[in-house]
């Protein structure tokens, strides 16, 4: 079994919820306390073991690859000023560790999945959408990894949400459970009210094997017009063994502002320096 050394990131969506906030500012660079959601991202993937983020980027996206470059003005400034840089270790990786590929056209996560088909080649990859904030320990992708070196095929992270939701998400046909493991028998993605499979959704954590590359070559286009990596996936149902695992932890979708309001408060009552603070300022509301 090939292990897990690549990642995918898609990056390149027009992040219009959160308009104009996101007009000349990536989605992705938004801010959940004092970490941009890329970097909570590529975190959970570096701990999770990969060793080659590959990001899929658009135009105006540049913030992205400057925040994993060196910045040496400021790094000299904060030296000539007897400042710690220890805040941005979590920026630094060996040069060819960060890589990135254009998505020319915002044509669905299929798509942007599939532009990086040439770096990825010809092993399994995850896949790990940043605007999803996973919070846990061990945290999502190494769970799912963990799963992955016992089982192998692809392995996806799931997650329940109530049943009038579903039609919001990549929703998984259940086959046999075993504990948090699920084995699936189809996927839909945004199905229609009333007609999901189950309320076991798709909440943006993925490792897939790379014949899904080949699946998203034929570019067929599926809900909302969108080339959608949950339709490429159903694809391989059968011919690969393919799993759920519920995520054990706590996911905030940043990509919406209730969710993106939520994560930060959640975040920062769990760090000490800013805990009693908020908690006092919460009570008092
Ligand atoms: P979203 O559905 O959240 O879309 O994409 P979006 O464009 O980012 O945001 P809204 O809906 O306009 O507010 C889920 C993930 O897939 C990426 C996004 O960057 C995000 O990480 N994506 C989506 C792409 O990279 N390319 C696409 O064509 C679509």
């Given at each position: 079994?090939?292990?897990?050394?690549?990642?995918?990131?898609?990056?390149?969506?027009?992040?219009?919820?959160?308009?104009?906030?996101?007009k000349a500012i990536?989605?992705?660079?938004?801010?959940?306390?004092?970490?941009?959601?890329?970097?909570?991202?590529?975190?959970?993937?570096?701990?999770?073991?990969?060793?080659?983020?590959?990001?899929?980027?658009?135009?105006?996206?540049?913030?992205?690859?400057?925040?994993?470059?060196?910045?040496?003005?400021?790094?000299?400034?904060?030296?000539?000023?007897?400042?710690?840089?220890?805040?941005?270790?979590?920026?630094?990786f060996p040069p060819?560790a960060i890589v990135?590929?254009?998505?020319?056209?915002?044509?669905?996560?299929?798509?942007?999945?599939?532009?990086?088909?040439?770096?990825?080649?010809?092993?399994?990859?995850?896949?790990?959408?940043?605007?999803?904030?996973?919070?846990?320990?061990?945290?999502?992708?190494?769970?799912?990894?963990?799963?992955?070196?016992?089982?192998?095929?692809?392995?996806?992270?799931?997650?329940?949400?109530?049943?009038?939701?579903?039609?919001?998400?990549?929703?998984?046909?259940?086959?046999?459970?075993?504990?948090?493991?699920?084995?699936?028998?189809?996927?839909?993605?945004?199905?229609?009210?009333?007609?999901?499979?189950?309320?076991?959704?798709?909440?943006?954590?993925?490792?897939?094997?790379?014949?899904?590359?080949?699946?998203?070559?034929?570019?067929?286009?599926?809900?909302?017009?969108?080339?959608?990596?949950?339709?490429?996936?159903?694809?391989?149902?059968?011919?690969?063994?393919?799993?759920?695992?519920?995520?054990?932890?706590?996911?905030?979708?940043?990509?919406?502002?209730?969710?993106?309001?939520?994560?930060?408060?959640?975040?920062?009552?769990?760090?000490?320096?800013?805990?009693?603070?908020?908690?006092?300022?919460?009570?008092?509301?």
């Open positions: 079994m090939k292990p897990v050394r690549k990642a995918v990131f898609p990056v390149a969506g027009l992040g219009t919820r959160f308009l104009p906030a996101t990536p989605k992705e660079m938004l801010t959940v306390v004092d970490r941009p959601l890329i970097q909570y991202a590529v975190d959970e993937a570096r701990e999770a073991g990969i060793e080659q983020m590959i990001f899929v980027t658009g135009r105006g996206k540049g913030a992205l690859e400057d925040h994993f470059d060196i910045s040496y003005e400021l790094e000299a400034t904060m030296r000539g000023r007897g400042k710690s840089l220890e805040p941005l270790e979590p920026t630094r060819g990135s590929v254009r998505q020319q056209e915002p044509l669905g996560l299929g798509h942007a999945v599939w532009c990086a088909r040439d770096i990825v080649g010809d092993e399994p990859f995850a896949v790990l959408l940043p605007d999803e904030v996973m919070v846990g320990q061990p945290n999502c992708l190494r769970q799912l990894v963990d799963v992955y070196e016992r089982i192998g095929g692809n392995v996806v992270a799931t997650l329940e949400v109530p049943p009038e939701e579903t039609h919001r998400y990549g929703v998984v046909d259940p086959g046999k459970r075993d504990g948090n493991l699920t084995e699936i028998r189809g996927l839909v993605e945004k199905p229609a009210q009333g007609t999901a499979p189950s309320n076991l959704m798709l909440p943006g954590r993925y490792i897939l094997q790379p014949e899904v590359m080949q699946v998203l070559d034929r570019k067929e286009k599926g809900a909302g017009g969108e080339i959608q990596l949950t339709d490429a996936m159903a694809q391989l149902i059968g011919t690969q063994p393919f799993h759920g695992v519920t995520f054990d932890g706590a996911r905030h979708d940043c990509g919406e502002k209730v969710g993106f309001v939520i994560a930060n408060l959640a975040l920062s009552l769990q760090r000490e320096d800013m805990a009693p603070a908020i908690r006092a300022y919460l009570a008092n509301l």
